[in-house]
């Protein structure tokens, strides 16, 4: 008997993906422990989304398999599925909010949808979903056309740790936030990751952010992961993506205090 308990919360062996005639993903394999940050890098097309969705099962890949939790995603009785499904968040580029409900009521869906709780408690729940992302009980009136980005992000956070998932998986968390908001983000997350023991597997294009909370950085180039280590281990790499990616500017300046031989600029 396999011990779930001790498996990766994630296995990805040997997948493929295919949109027609484009092979986003061939054999590729990841294996994630509990308690990593991961960060997803990879240049723009590179099927980092897609394999999100495929985590969670919104697509399939053509071939291969996912395991979540030490079990294969699609195993077990529809009961068994969905109540793997409230054991992961999720936080999307697209679709955040639902813009015709308050965010007290965006938080508020998920926990209705999957569980059956009182009006007293659902409020209750709400107001402290709220507070663990530094939003006031005050704040669950208000409509997302009144929100700004940052709040935005904050709200739908908050819904996605509404069921208090081991795994919180995020799509350009930090995208279009100024540094500052991104900073406070970032801060966010590493308070959450520490204070509730989450998992998180995050894709980003912001070095700030990658330096700042992954203990390990998946590349994904080639149409596979080429590269599953920590940050040092990660810029020692003799690859083109690797070189631009952290070679820039930006990268020279965020990981300066790294790597002794780069003169700061
Ligand atoms: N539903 C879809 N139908 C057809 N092609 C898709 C679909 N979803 C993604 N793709 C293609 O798969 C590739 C990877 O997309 P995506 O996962 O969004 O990349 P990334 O998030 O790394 O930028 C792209 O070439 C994209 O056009
Ligand atoms: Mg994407």
């Given at each position: 008997m396999m011990n779930a308990a001790a498996a990766p919360i994630l296995a990805l062996r040997r997948i493929v993906t295919r949109?027609?005639?484009?092979?986003?993903?061939?054999?590729?394999?990841?294996?994630?422990?509990?308690?990593e940050v991961v960060s997803l890098v990879g240049g723009s097309g590179t099927g980092k989304t897609t394999l999100l969705r495929h985590i969670i099962g919104l697509t399939r890949p053509a071939a291969g398999e996912v395991e979540?939790?030490?079990?294969?995603?699609?195993?077990?009785?529809?009961?068994?599925?969905?109540?793997r499904r409230r054991r992961?968040?999720?936080?999307f580029q697209q679709g955040a909010l639902f813009s015709a409900f308050t965010v007290g009521e965006n938080i508020a869906f998920a926990l209705r949808e999957t569980r059956r709780v009182r009006d007293t408690e659902v409020q209750d729940l709400v107001a402290l979903k709220l507070h663990m992302v530094g939003l006031t009980p005050e704040q669950?009136?208000?409509?997302?056309?009144?929100?700004?980005?940052?709040?935005?992000k904050?709200?739908?956070l908050a819904r996605a740790l509404a069921l208090e998932p081991e795994l919180l998986l995020l799509d350009e968390p930090t995208?279009?936030?100024?540094?500052?908001?991104?900073?406070?983000f970032v801060a966010l997350i590493q308070q959450l990751h520490r204070a509730l023991g989450l998992t998180v597997i995050l894709v980003t294009h912001d070095l700030d952010?990658?330096?700042?909370?992954?203990?390990?950085i998946a590349v994904l180039a080639e149409r596979k992961v080429i590269s599953y280590a920590g940050l040092q281990e990660t810029l020692q790499l003799d690859h083109p993506f690797i070189h631009h990616f952290f070679g820039g500017e930006a990268g020279r300046r965020a990981f300066a205090h790294l790597n002794p031989e780069t003169e700061p600029a």
């Open positions: 949109f027609g005639d484009n092979v986003v993903h061939d054999g590729l394999n990841l294996c994630v422990e509990r308690g979540l939790f030490g079990e294969p995603l699609f195993s077990g009785s529809l009961a068994a599925q969905r109540a992961f968040g999720v936080l669950a009136h208000l409509m997302p056309a009144e929100l700004s980005g940052g709040m935005i904050r709200v739908a995208a279009g936030l100024d540094p500052a908001r991104s900073a406070e952010t990658l330096a700042a909370l992954s203990s390990k």
